[in-house]
């Protein structure tokens, strides 16, 4: 069975810094989706961003972007120029290939911006 | 365009009791799941669908039953309700394929407490 493993329970960043957040997850499929979810208070999931396994280049969104390194398995958040509106639970998931909807999720990381 | 719909938004239950949560999607999708969050933790898959007819169970489906009568629906039934199932419950969709093919789409929640 896959595992997603975030190992930082909470994190803080200084407004307009920069923070990074902490992924690894254990499969046996080459093929997969990776995804980092925000979760504001009101409970509402919101996609940050995806990457596929099969893309070596690193997906970025704005300013969001990943560090993906598939043979350790490491697939790390980075948050730039960080708003107050960052401020939120952020879940690092896996999905198979052909999987459907089905995700696999990590514990999440709590995210504070200090202004 | 409504999404995902999820109905109740809050519910409290006495242990015993029995319930459905409603989800609805008007956009077609094949794929259709249910997840609940505990306190402190992701979200973990209880059942999912791939198309009207099609059940299977996820991680955690003890307590749950569902059903898929139509693409639309995809309700999730509680048969006896307990306190260990006090959580916050999410419906999630997804298309088979297209542009939106690798796009979740989450409902808002619904915030079950069992006393």
């Known amino acids: 069975a896959q595992t997603v ?27 997969y989706y990776l995804f980092w979810y925000k979760q504001p208070p009101s409970r509402q999931m919101i996609l940050v961003i995806r990457q596929e396994a099969y893309k070596q ?3 970025t969104e704005n300013r969001f972007s990943v560090n993906f390194q598939k043979a350790a398995k ?35 990381t709590r995210l504070m911006v200090k202004p | 365009n409504a999404g995902v719909t999820q109905t109740p938004k809050f519910q409290v239950l006495k242990t015993g009791q029995s319930m459905t ?31 009207a007819g099609i059940t299977d169970q ?15 629906d995809f309700p999730l039934r509680l048969l006896s309700a307990a306190p260990s199932q006090t959580s916050v419950y999410f419906c999630a969709s997804r298309d088979i394929a297209g542009t939106s093919g690798n796009t979740i789409y989450f409902g808002e929640g619904s915030w079950l407490t069992v006393v």
């Open chain 1, 57 to 59: 280049q690193n997906a």
């Open chain 1, 74 to 108: 490491s697939f790390s958040l980075k948050i730039s120029d960080s708003q107050l509106g960052d401020a939120a639970m952020y879940f690092c998931a896996y999905r198979k290939y052909n999987a459907g909807n089905m995700l696999t999720f990590g514990g999440g």
């Open chain 2, 58 to 72: 996820g991680e955690v489906p003890n307590g749950y039953n569902v059903s898929r009568s139509t693409t639309e």
């Open chain 1, 5 to 31: 493993t975030q190992s930082q329970p909470e994190m803080s960043v200084q407004e307009a810094e920069t923070v990074t957040l902490s992924c690894t997850y254990d499969t046996s499929e080459s093929d």
């Open chain 2, 21 to 51: 949560l409603q989800c609805a999607q008007d956009m077609n999708h094949e794929y259709m799941s249910w997840y609940r969050q505990d306190p402190g933790m992701g979200l973990r898959l209880i059942h999912y669908s791939v198309g």
